[in-house]
């Protein structure tokens, strides 16, 4: 808790010296070059000018949200692979472009690119995201090429860490405009679902299960500060477990807490299914089972967070946990509306196509089944 709250704050700090050094750029760097702060805190010096970019470790996504993609000059192999899975809606808006691109490493967690390859598309930057700071400094050396950090922060969704992401992006790409236009689009978003239940008196207790982190799991994985529900200013019965961020507790904690609706990530519905299959009564003793309050949302971590998955969630979640307050939404409508604007395509359909939608939970014989 202590390091990622270190972490946050060392971003934000890195922000501001982002102002500061650019400031200074007139004499302390020569027209060529410009010397900011990163995300992990580094004092990187880079071109002036960026023409040609290659993001690892899920970076693609920011590019895309900040309509940059015409500067990558090299791609992971894992954003090349058909079929493209519908949980990373920014890889639907440029599928048809990928193919073009030279591939310069598998790409997915951990993995490091092949340096040859990333050196032989000669790019001016290379872009990183949730990779270890030794990871980093180790592109760095064996490219020779400089390398900004973006957010530090892996499987958390700290919106205002993505808000610090997308202005140093902006800084680099020279996007500045669209980085304010997508964080006035977040500010909405978040200010929208916090005053629509700004006057509810009685909350009603909700719990997210299901949750991927590395990896997809059952009904036992939690966030004890999910985001939408956050926004929503929901009362996650998880925060009482005493952890922050992404936990796994005990089901018998699931029954203690006995919360009056549930949200299950789709993702993990498979591993919900076998769970049940083992243990129906654990489901049969929640209210919400019994009371048809089981609900299915997205899957809003995905090669990283998918920060327009997460807003789509958190107004379908807002429709079911306070219908009167959400009356005149239309969740899918929503959704697509949120994807347009972050990636430039609709989705809504190709996800449920792909991974089942939002929907009512029943319990059968054989499982789950989203309505």
């Known amino acids: ?23 200074l750029n007139a004499t302390s760097s020569s027209p060529e070059r410009i010397t900011i702060i990163d995300g992990a805190g580094r004092s990187v010096s880079i071109p002036k000018k960026i023409e040609r970019i290659v993001p690892l470790g ?15 000059a090299g791609i992971e192999a894992k954003e090349q692979k058909r079929p493209l899975s519908a949980g990373r809606v920014y890889a639907l808006a440029i599928e048809n472009r990928t193919a073009a691109v030279p591939p310069i490493g598998e790409g997915g967690p951990g993995r490091l690119p092949d340096y040859e390859k990333v050196m032989s598309v000669q790019p001016d930057v290379i872009l990183t995201m949730g990779t270890e700071l030794a990871q980093v400094e180790t592109i760095a050396r064996k490219t020779g090429i400089p390398v900004v950090a973006l957010s530090p922060s892996v499987g958390v969704l700290d919106s205002d860490n993505i808000r610090a992401s997308l202005r140093l992006l902006g800084r680099v790409l020279d996007r500045t405009k669209r980085a304010e236009e997508v964080i006035a689009f977040m500010d909405t978003c978040e200010q929208d679902l916090s005053a629509r239940t700004a006057l509810v008196r009685e909350h009603p207790s909700a719990y997210a299960g299901a949750l991927g982190a590395r990896g997809r799991h ?37 029954l203690v807490w006995d919360p009056d609706v549930i949200y299950l990530d789709v993702a993990g519905l498979e591993m919900v299914g076998e769970e049940y299959r083992k243990n129906p009564d654990l489901f049969r003793k929640l209210k919400a089972v019994g009371n048809k309050k089981v609900f299915s949302v997205l899957p809003y971590n995905y090669y990283h967070t998918n920060i327009e998955i997460a807003y789509a969630d958190a107004y379908f979640i807002g429709k079911t946990l306070y219908p009167e307050q959400f009356r005149d939404l239309d969740p899918v409508r929503k959704a697509d509306e949120i994807f347009r604007f972050f990636t430039g395509v609709v989705a809504y359909n190709r996800l449920k196509e792909e991974m089942r939608g939002f929907g009512k939970i029943d319990f059968t014989d054989s499982g789950p089944v989203v309505r």
């Open 1 to 23: 808790m202590a390091r990622g709250l270190i972490g946050r704050i060392g971003f934000a700090l890195a922000v501001c010296s982002l102002c500061i050094a650019s400031s």
């Open 58 to 72: 899920g970076a693609l996504r920011f590019v895309v949200y900040l309509q940059g993609f015409d500067k990558v």
């Open 218 to 254: 059952g009904i036992t994985s939690t966030d004890s500060e999910y985001a939408p529900l956050r926004w929503l200013k929901g009362r996650n019965v998880a925060a009482q477990a005493g952890r922050k961020g992404h936990l796994f507790i005990d089901p018998e904690k699931l």
